[in-house]
């Protein structure tokens, strides 16, 4: 297997496209939008590259230590809910629910549990499913739920 060539970025970092593209013309002509974006290389291994390239590039490191027993406190202090497994589980026990737009109108006025927004939260039913269940089809780390604060 073949690894990625990081000298095919180079032209970016100049302005120029990665991709050029033919001109539909009698000529030879071709497209070469001028590259606008950023790039961001996230792994563990090293980058093997020229050093041009490996000078275009900024590490930033990251570890735990900026999270203690006070943001995990923080974080218990929140109810995730997500509307999707709410369904289904009223589904299966045959409940009736109101529709989702309703649902999720009246959900940001809860008075008992404040509203706070919705955001994707890592799943602790999905993780606990994909441990219980390792030959079933694995169900997303991260889902997307409205979040409150208890």
């Not at 001109?23 to 792994?43: D, M």
Request: aromatic fraction near 8%; charged fraction near 25%.
């Amino acid at each position: 297997m073949r690894g990625f060539d990081w000298e095919e970025l180079k032209t970016a970092y100049n302005g120029r496209s990665v991709p050029s593209r033919g001109l539909r013309n009698s000529g030879n002509e071709t497209y070469e939008p001028p590259f606008r974006g950023a790039l961001v290389i996230a792994q563990n291994a090293d980058v093997s590259a020229s050093n041009p390239m490996l000078e275009r590039i900024i590490h930033l490191y990251t570890d735990r230590s900026g999270q203690n027993a006070q943001t995990k406190a923080a974080a218990e202090q929140l109810i995730a809910v997500n509307l999707n497994h709410f369904i289904q589980l009223a589904t299966e026990r045959r409940q009736q629910i109101p529709p989702v737009s309703d649902l999720k109108r009246v959900l940001k006025t809860s008075r008992t549990y404040k509203f706070i927004e919705v955001r994707t939260v890592n799943s602790a039913i999905n993780a606990k499913f994909n441990r219980r269940y390792p030959a079933a089809p694995r169900r997303p780390a991260t889902v997307k739920c409205c979040v409150f604060q208890r």
